[in-house]
């Protein structure tokens, strides 16, 4: 066959392959793509809600608010607003207006959100159900086109019931923010915690502090923490009766007071536990709406002095320490430090021939009695605390010869917890300390150090 003829042959072959291509190809379906308008957050002023209730979310000045009057999350509201710009990828699932309902994009089940820019309504748009996996199903209204929001998280943001959206979190400040907290307590309880510039919390009156208390800074910023991250359970349309609520002028009730650097205070009431709800106690933040917060946050913010007591026992460095030991009522276990190497002490009670000791067990152990705290201060230690004959006397001595001593008297129970009464070096008062807290020095025989 002449060359030409072939090369013919082939370009003709080609030529049909490439029409059959086009013309067999499956179409690409729903190209159709929702127009919407691009909507610039901060412009947006108002937004209606349409749903089980109808309601609005308005913007006053700075801060958004639900049209009774409470104050909205910001953080829902920019997640809602930053959420509209994932309706530009969608596509076309149905023109048919028989199908509304299947896709819950109908007048009866469909969620209408209506966003005004300057009064006037940019865009207005119907949330149906969700496609498993993929997204919702939404309709521009006054249109019968359905389109598949592929991703699109516009029906988690936009929540239909109103309470949904009020502001719960009561402050938005930071830690490094606050000057003091002053706390009063309705029975006359008070005291003022201050932040200095390096952070450290103190008390800022230490003359009503008793001889012999230590002030741990660390509980008090642990306290004014768990202040700043309070949330209230619901924010009150209508103002309880002072006297129910406990938030009048002769309300017996808890004051709070934070002061920040800026200048600025806030204060905090908890009155009396709702007689409708047992589990919350009215409040009122500022001169705001009247509010209900949790009864055991209420009750878990009460602080006496001793809240704020130091309740670590002893006070060395155990990176000099060169030797271990632990006597019972039933003997004596000693580990010394021979050459930078622990070993079993000659004093010591016999471990069985084929034990090896475990260095870093020791020297975990040293670091862990360190750091020891106890659960509690013992106010006045009764006369069967045991101090007399200990149960376990665990001591440490340092390069330097001293001896910092533990003292573990009685046990006793608190709670769900066994306890020792116990001594540290580090003063001369009582406190209360958990079995689980010296399991290591208190387990018998040679078995932990291994």
Same mark, same amino acid.
Do not use: C
């Given at each position: ?28 379906r729903?190209?159709?793509?929702l ?16 749903g ?19 104050l ?20 076309l699932?149905?023109?048919?207006p028989?199908k ?16 005004f820019?300057?009064d ?16 919702p199903?939404?309709?521009?209204v ?34 490094a ?12 309880n008070?005291?003022d ?21 230590r ?7 642990s ?13 009150? *349309? ?7 609520s ?9 004051m ?35 509010l ?6 209420a009750?878990?913010?009460l ?17 000099? *320490? ?13 580990f ?15 471990p069985?021939?084929d ?18 705290g ?9 006369a ?50 958990p ?16």
């Amino acid at each position: 066959m002449h060359i030409r003829t072939v090369i013919a042959i082939v370009i003709f072959v080609a030529l049909v392959g490439l029409v059959m291509t086009t013309v067999f190809k499956p179409q690409e379906r729903n190209l159709s793509r929702l127009s919407i308008p691009t909507v610039v957050p901060d412009t947006v002023e108002k937004i209606v809600l349409d749903g089980d209730e109808t309601f609005e979310l308005l913007k006053e000045g700075e801060q958004w608010v639900l049209d009774d009057g409470r104050l909205v999350d910001p953080k829902m509201i920019e997640r809602a607003l930053e959420s509209l710009g994932s309706l530009s990828s969608t596509e076309l699932v149905s023109s048919n207006p028989e199908k509304h309902a299947s896709y819950e994009i109908d007048e009866e089940k469909g969620r209408r959100v209506t966003v005004f820019v300057q009064d006037q309504p940019v865009l207005d748009f119907v949330i149906g159900k969700a496609s498993t996996l993929v997204g919702p199903y939404v309709r521009l209204v006054d249109t019968d086109d359905v389109y598949l929001a592929k991703r699109s998280p516009v029906r988690s943001y936009f929540v239909f019931a109103r309470a949904d959206w009020q502001r719960l979190q009561l402050f938005d400040v930071s830690l490094a923010d606050v000057a003091s907290l002053t706390f009063v307590s309705g029975d006359g309880n008070e005291f003022d915690l201050v932040q200095d510039e390096d952070k450290e919390w103190a008390l800022s009156d230490t003359s009503i502090l008793p001889d012999g208390y230590r002030f741990d800074g660390f509980r008090a910023r642990s306290f004014v923490s768990k202040f700043l991250n309070l949330r209230a359970n619901e924010i009150l *349309v209508m103002s309880p009766d002072p006297a129910d609520s406990g938030l009048g002028v002769d309300g017996n009730v808890d004051m709070y007071s934070l002061s920040l650097r800026s200048g600025v205070t806030q204060s905090l009431r908890i009155g009396n536990v709702d007689e409708n709800k047992q589990k919350n106690n009215y409040a009122q933040l500022n001169e705001d709406q009247p509010l209900l917060i949790s009864t055991i946050v209420a009750d878990s913010l009460l602080r006496e002095l001793n809240d704020f007591r130091a309740l670590n026992l002893m006070e060395f460095d155990p990176n000099n *320490v060169t030797r271990l030991s632990i006597k019972s009522k039933k003997g004596r276990r000693v580990f010394e430090k021979v050459d930078g190497q622990w070993a079993v002490g000659k004093d010591s009670a016999r471990p069985a021939t084929d034990f090896v000791l475990n260095g870093a067990t020791v020297e975990r152990s040293i670091q862990t009695l360190s750091r020891i705290g106890a659960m509690s201060y013992v106010e006045n230690a009764p006369a069967k605390a045991g101090f007399r004959k200990p149960a376990f006397e665990i001591a440490v001595t340092l390069e330097s010869d001293e001896t910092a001593s533990l003292l573990l008297g009685a046990e006793r129970k608190e709670g769900a917890y066994t306890v020792y009464y116990a001594r540290g070096n580090v003063d001369e008062s009582t406190y209360l300390l958990p079995e689980h807290e010296v399991a290591q020095f208190t387990t018998s025989g040679f078995d932990p150090w291994q």
